[in-house]
């Protein structure tokens, strides 16, 4: 069914190129997009039942995400990540949910801390479910931000964690990395619940360190 076809009819051009990029995305998060590949308008046009400009206008998003590289007069290509961008990817990553760990140690209701606890909990029980666990790591991660207050914090992570599913090497995806992910959550649950503000921030820094081992391995 094409993208045209499940559109109501008072959708704008403006929401077509969204749901567009969107589907996009996801062919590149599963891999029916490889990295490296270089993306057929022309085709996908014919599979969405779609005109090339919200193609073209969802590809300029993806673009700004990071998750398609443009090149003149050859067209789209889905960006393929190099040894030096996971390395800079994890270590602003690391930055930046470090100081939000210890801001949440420090800051964060009670209530606040539950739901992080209700995340970790589900993690406890997804550790050898490698899709669900995915999925329920990046939601611990992302509700931690947004807890530590800081928007801008929470919309360069978004984009940098969108980049990091393009690694065809990501920790989570390595034997044994569930569980010993799992285990560093816990140290870091505990901190948090803890109020101990530096040890949550060493935790989580030691957390992403660990993550870019295991991805270079």
Known sequence: MSVASVAPRSLSPRALYQDVAERLRQQIFNRQLEPGSWIDELKLCAEYGISRTPLREALKVLAVEGLVTMKVRRGAYVTEMSVDDVSQVYHLLALMESDA?????????????????????????????????????????????????????????????????????????????????????????????????????????????????????
């Open 101 to 217: 760990a210890a801001q949440v140690a420090r800051r964060a209701s009670d209530e606040q801390i539950l739901t992080l606890r209700a995340l970790h909990d589900r993690l406890e029980r997804q550790v050898r479910q490698r899709d669900a666990f995915f999925a329920t790591n990046e939601q611990f991660h992302l509700r931690l931000l947004e807890i530590a207050g800081n928007r801008w914090t929470v919309q360069i992570v978004t984009d940098l964690r969108k980049v990091m599913k393009l690694n065809r090497h990501h920790s989570l995806f390595k034997q044994g990395r569930l569980a010993d992910s799992l285990a560093e959550h816990r140290e870091l649950m505990h901190a948090i619940e803890a109020r101990d503000a530096k040890t949550a921030q060493r935790l989580m820094r030691k957390h992403f360190e660990s993550g870019l081992e295991a991805a270079a391995a």
